[in-house]
């Protein structure tokens, strides 16, 4: 295990080094995006396809990753912090809640502290996520990864216009619900998990369906369109069969496709609320100071 965290410890500070390096040499690039690639794109390509290939020897040779040594809901719990944070930056183009843009304590000055600062926090939870699994072929796995692949492209196109086209985004916010969907699914089958997959999959395209579509182009029949199918297939999920799929009652009781945006909306807010704070005792301290 001393290998593998070795190999994850050196992917992440070199991509933390790149990210620190271009954040001093192309901060003009944020307002600016270009169609070309930067100094940056091709070290964090580079860094990033070795260590791909590296962590695929790994698995042949050693097999276990980080896993071993820390609990699944480390990994999980990455990629949710990850999904949160991205809330707050995009609250001034979709809102937080069908197209709302929340102000207080999602003030201009929180949103660009997490713009400044995100590109750490997101390579963590991906590469942490990369290597806390074996490259095997499970279904599971290789859903997890082609997910892995898609946010490490948008990491490595930074300061690029693909960076910030919304399609690509939202691609990216929605696409964890098919991965969640699969799991869980698999999951089920094979290992005799509990029937979770509604669960995530609702709750994920529940946040599609009331928060990523606003940043799309999208008319307004259609937004409606989208949100009564959804609602039609919640309904169908819990209609006894064989008109339906005959899903426990219960779960509805318990409000199950809550439970993701509840959790995702809450950690954006005490995020925001976090900084929000620190920014407001930070000008209260400058206030003090500014009296003596």
Do not use: C
Not at 66 to 73: M, S
Not at 233 to 251: A, E
């Amino acid at each position: 295990m001393v290998i593998v965290w070795l190999f994850y410890l050196s992917n992440q500070l070199l991509i933390w080094g790149v990210i620190y390096w271009a954040s001093k040499n192309l901060s003009h690039k944020i307002s600016n995006p270009t169609n070309d690639l930067t100094k940056y794109n091709v070290r964090v390509i580079a860094i990033t396809v070795f260590f791909v290939f590296l962590h695929l020897v790994q698995t042949q040779i050693w097999f276990d990753g980080l896993a071993q040594d820390t609990p699944i809901l480390s990994s999980m719990g990455s990629v949710i912090v990850l999904l949160a944070i991205v809330l707050i930056i995009e609250n001034p183009i979709s809102g937080i809640f069908m197209g709302h843009k929340v102000k207080k304590p999602y003030t201009a000055r929180v949103t660009g502290f997490f713009r400044r600062n995100h590109m750490y926090i997101f390579s963590w939870a991906i590469i942490y996520t990369f290597w806390f699994h074996p490259m095997a072929r499970d279904p599971q796995l290789l859903s997890g990864f082609f997910y892995m692949f898609l946010l490490f492209t948008q990491m490595s196109l930074a300061y690029t216009k693909v960076h910030f086209d919304q399609r690509w985004i939202v691609t990216l916010q929605s696409w964890v619900a098919i991965h969640a969907l699969i799991v869980a699914f698999f999951n089920t089958q094979y290992f005799g998990s509990v029937d979770i997959w509604p669960m995530f999959f609702t709750g994920f395209a529940f946040m599609f369906v009331f928060t990523y579509m606003y940043a799309l182009k999208i008319k307004r029949n259609m937004r409606i369109f989208i949100t009564a199918l959804y609602i039609a297939f919640i309904i169908w999920l819990y209609i006894p069969k064989p008109y339906g799929y005959g899903r426990d009652p219960s779960f509805l009781y318990r409000v199950e496709f809550l439970w993701i945006p509840i959790i995702l909306y809450g950690l954006s807010l005490l995020f925001a609320v976090i900084i929000y704070l620190y920014y407001k005792r930070k000008n209260g301290d400058k206030n003090r100071i500014k009296q003596f």
